[in-house]
Each structure stands twice: as structure tokens, then as C-alpha cells.
């Protein structure tokens, strides 16, 4: 039987076309760990939230892989239009490149939205710092990204994996862990639910605005790669709005047409030597959906002597023994299981075994009860209801390491780790847990 480890604080991933794992584990433990009680949302006036001095000044900037050598620069201005130009240069240039980009806007119910920019950047150069700046006169603002390497089998690249941030005291303590971890992400893998607006009485879109705002600090000098989940929906018919992922499709904008998608919910993009593939959990899958046709014509695209590690992002998990989401994504499990992906939507860590593949699973932050269903199943190795973030560092074509990190350890602290040896490349080869 093989190792699964599904870092589920609600959910479960399948990492399944990619990597074996076959060390034997005892299933059925249970962590000591105990959650606290609810964590309210942060006030209001946190500064977090703070926005940014000067009139209409460019807010809640964030940063997107675009398809080979681009950046998606998206940022909101919240009294006018203002400008949609960004200026770049290359860290050791002084000549300084303009891009010009697109705005939208939306209503929900009695809020209606600030002017949502989004800017795409290409031709740039590999593994490069670049320097931007958006905004006009005092309120231009000045941020920096770093373009990854170029695509190849032996690249070793290092993905952050968060999931169900929110914004909570708790979500802070998240987000500063991972900035603060010395491994340093380079790109995050957000496996869905963001800012749970539609916690609040009628979907109350201004904390998508602090949301994009307590984000900003990260996402302005890293790309986030985003996958949307249930709170994403924001389907309320009482409120006249029918219109699923509104806020979330305006907000974030992701290059679905690069990789001949018909939704921005489900696309692929290389990074490094990964192939990563976003799936909607919360979108028609059947076997007539166009979401289960562009998969089916996606996947033979996948080259693994190009790009060896396929990762397969969605939010529902498909595995769980917490009682809140049991079951719940039995149809996709069923549809998927020859896939591998990082998901979230539990909160806490979950192994599994099995003798299927090796399966991982992270999600974070806004608490929930920590209701485990009893017996503990048989493909639940362990369990436990603490709050983190991963890091998926892939080392090269033949190994990749994961590590779980947990609010409450230190910043370099692996509260559990594991080796992944690609089937590829090495199909021999026996993944193994490096803590345990």
C-alpha cells in the first residue's frame, strides 16, 4: 500500500498521473492537537486593511504567471478610472517599458465595485527581477516580480500552498508564516475560498476590497495562481443575483484562452518544470460539460519529459474524514482519479493511505469546528485540525519535497515533510515520509 498524505483541513487532493508513493504506514491516528475556539474576521480598521494615502491611489495589487515569458498585473482604483498603464524595467535597466491594460467593473446587490484593472505583460526575460509602477502623479506606487526560469524537465521551482485564507486573525498569522519561511515560495497555489464575503449579510463585497488589501503586501511581488471554491460562488437569488463567481471572475483574471479554455474556472499554465492544471469543483463536470471536454483534450498536451510533475488544483476534497465535507466530492473523485491535485475547503492535516497514488490535500485559516467522523476511515493514515501552509519544492525531474508548516511552530519549523520520487523519471523509485 502507499503513503497518501492529504493535508485536508477539509479537503483532498489527487497528485495521481505523476507520482507513485509506496511506503507502508499505519493508518488511524488521530493529532492531540486542539483548535481554539472561532476567529473572528479582522476590524474594519486593521491596519492590514489600510489604504493607501492620495486620492483614486492604485489598491489591492496583485500579480499573475501569464502564459511562457508574461506577468498579469491586476490592481483596483476606487473613485475613477484613473490610468491603465504600467511602467516596468528590468532590475538593471533604466529604460522603462510601457503596457497598457483593460478595466471592468460590477454591481452586486447595493455595492457596486471600484474600477478593476488588468494589464498583461509579455515578451520579458527569464528568471529576472523587474521593477513596476502604476498610478498617477503622488499616487504612483512602486512594486517588484521576478519572471520565472525557462520550462524544462530538470528546473527546480518552489511552489507556497494556502488555501481558505479568509480574513481573520488567524488568516494574519497564516500569511505572515508563510512570508516569514525561509524556503520562500516563489509562486502561491491558492486551492479556493478567499475572502468569505458571502459570510456576511448580503454578500458584503467591501471585504473583497480589504481582502485585496490584506493580500497586497504578497501578492503585489509574487504571482498567485488561483483556484475558486464554494465561497466563490456568490449565487443568491434573494438578492436577485444569479450570475455564479461574479465578484471573484471580475476581480481575478487568469489567461484561460492560452490553454483554449471556455472559462477563466478551469485552465492550465506551465511553471519551472510543473504543469499545473486548474479544476472547478463548483462547475458542471459531467462527461458532456465543456469542463470535462477541455480536460479530456488537456491532458494528452501534457509532455513529461518536458514538464514532469502534473498538479491538478481543485478545492473540493476528494477525500476527507471531516463530517462538515464527507462525501462531498465523491462525483469528482470518481471522474478524477487518475489526476493529482493540491486542494482545500478542510481545515487541518489529513495522510491517507492507499494503493492508488500519493495524494496530497492543504487548506487554511478561517476556523471552523474540527468534527472528525469516527471511526476514523481506513484510508485516513492521520489527522489533525491545525492551521499552515505547504511548500512544494520540486528539486528537479526525479524528486520533490513537501513540507507542512503550522501557525502555532516557528517559521522553520516542518511540523511533517515527505519526499516525492517521480514515476517518470524514476518509476522505481519509493516515495517516503521524512517526518512523521
Request: glycine share 6%; charged share 20%.
Amino acid at each position: 500500500m502507499a503513503l497518501l498524505k492529504v493535508f485536508d483541513p477539509c479537503a483532498i487532493c489527487l497528485l495521481c498521473l505523476v507520482l507513485s508513493a509506496s511506503e507502508l504506514c499505519n493508518g488511524g491516528i488521530t493529532g492531540n492537537f486542539l483548535r481554539k475556539e472561532y476567529s473572528p474576521d479582522m476590524p474594519l480598521d486593521s491596519d492590514v486593511f489600510q489604504v493607501p494615502p492620495g486620492y483614486n491611489a492604485p489598491q489591492q495589487i496583485a500579480g499573475f504567471l501569464n502564459h511562457d515569458r508574461g506577468v498579469i498585473i491586476s490592481w483596483i482604483t476606487p473613485d475613477e478610472p484613473g490610468s491603465d498603464t504600467v511602467l516596468y524595467w528590468s532590475e538593471n535597466s533604466k529604460h522603462k517599458n510601457r503596457a497598457e491594460g483593460i478595466f471592468v467593473s460590477y454591481k452586486f446587490f447595493n455595492y457596486t465595485s471600484g474600477y478593476i484593472h488588468h494589464c498583461a505583460i509579455k515578451n520579458l526575460e527569464y528568471n529576472t527581477k523587474y521593477m513596476y509602477e502604476i498610478g498617477i502623479g503622488y499616487t504612483i506606487r512602486r512594486f517588484w516580480f521576478k519572471t520565472p526560469p525557462r520550462t524544462g524537465p530538470a528546473v527546480p521551482y518552489t511552489f507556497g500552498l494556502i488555501g481558505d485564507l479568509g480574513q481573520t486573525h488567524d488568516s494574519n498569522v497564516t500569511l505572515t508564516h508563510y512570508e516569514s519561511n525561509p524556503k520562500k515560495g516563489k509562486t502561491v497555489l491558492f486551492l479556493g475560498d478567499l475572502s468569505y464575503s458571502n459570510d456576511y449579510p448580503f454578500h458584503d463585497n467591501t471585504r473583497w476590497d480589504t481582502w485585496g488589501r490584506f493580500l497586497e503586501r504578497n501578492a503585489a511581488y509574487q504571482p498567485w495562481i488561483w483556484t475558486a471554491g464554494n465561497h466563490e460562488l456568490d449565487f443568491a437569488p434573494q438578492l436577485e443575483e444569479t450570475t455564479p463567481f461574479k465578484p471573484y471572475m471580475h476581480r481575478y483574471y487568469v489567461p484561460y484562452a492560452s490553454s483554449h479554455s471556455t472559462s477563466p474556472l478551469w485552465y492550465s499554465i506551465k511553471r519551472g518544470s510543473a504543469y499545473l492544471i486548474v479544476l472547478s469543483s463548483y462547475s458542471a463536470y459531467g462527461k458532456s460539460t465543456p469542463q470535462y471536454k477541455w480536460l479530456r483534450d488537456e491532458l494528452p498536451k501534457v509532455d513529461r519529459s518536458t514538464t514532469p510533475w502534473l498538479i491538478v488544483l481543485m478545492h473540493c476534497p476528494i477525500y476527507t474524514s471531516n463530517w462538515h465535507h464527507f462525501m462531498e466530492g465523491e462525483t469528482m473523485r470518481v471522474l478524477s482519479t487518475s489526476m493529482l491535485p493540491f486542494d482545500s475547503h478542510c481545515f487541518g492535516l489529513q495522510k491517507r493511505i492507499s494503493n492508488i497514488a500519493y495524494n496530497i490535500v492543504n487548506g487554511m485559516c478561517t476556523p471552523v469546528d474540527d468534527h472528525m467522523v469516527e471511526p476514523q476511515p481506513s484510508f485516513s493514515a492521520y489527522r489533525e485540525a491545525s492551521f499552515g501552509h505547504g511548500i512544494f519544492d520540486i528539486k528537479n525531474r526525479t524528486h520533490a519535497y513537501f513540507s507542512w508548516h503550522r501557525n502555532q511552530d516557528g517559521y522553520a519549523v516542518e511540523a511533517d515533510s515527505f519526499w516525492f520520487h517521480n514515476s517518470y523519471w524514476n518509476p522505481l523509485g519509493k516515495s517516503f515520509v521524512a517526518q512523521y
